[in-house]
């Protein structure tokens, strides 16, 4: 399943988050509710998350065309990624044992699940 949404890292929230309203925190509270409004699914086990990272719009088209698809290696990094996307899908997420995930980098930012299984 491709979800046209772009991936947001779960930020580390304390009590004051709940009146001091932080880009952060905003920002994952909207990517929470996309992914909500768009249905994404993972199963509980062999599944590969690739997360598509968007490009600066600062970049040249030729550092575009040349990074495209390419490894994502700098933050945020792949655990939070998993994390955030995780939280936003179970209210327990205790239930998930086995998982792939991969940050690329792309023109738009995605979310790509792969269930290993089928």
């Given at each position: 399943m491709?979800?046209n949404?772009?991936?947001v890292?779960?930020?580390r929230?304390t009590?004051?988050?709940?009146?001091?309203?932080?880009?952060?925190?905003?920002?994952?509270f909207?990517?929470k509710?996309?992914?909500?409004?768009?249905?994404?699914?993972?199963?509980?086990?062999?599944?590969?998350?690739?997360?598509?990272?968007?490009?600066?719009?600062?970049?040249?088209?030729?550092?575009?065309?040349e990074?495209?698809?390419k490894?994502?290696?700098?933050?945020?990094?792949?655990?939070?990624?998993?994390k955030?996307?995780l939280?936003a899908?179970?209210g327990?997420?205790?239930?998930?044992?086995?998982?792939?995930v991969?940050?690329i980098?792309?023109?738009?930012?995605?979310i790509?699940?792969?269930?290993?299984?089928?």
């Open positions: 491709i979800y949404i772009t991936p890292p779960k930020p929230m009590q004051r988050d709940r009146w001091a309203k932080r880009k952060p925190v905003l920002q994952y909207a990517f509710d996309a992914c909500k409004a768009s249905g994404v699914t993972l199963p509980e086990s062999h599944y590969h998350i690739i997360f598509v990272i968007p490009m600066p719009k600062s970049w040249s088209n030729k550092k575009r065309a990074m495209d698809g490894p994502h290696q700098q933050r945020p990094d792949k655990d939070n990624l998993e955030g996307l939280d899908i179970f327990e997420d205790c239930r998930v044992w086995d998982g792939r991969t940050k980098w792309g023109n738009v930012g995605q790509i699940i792969k269930n290993l299984e089928e």
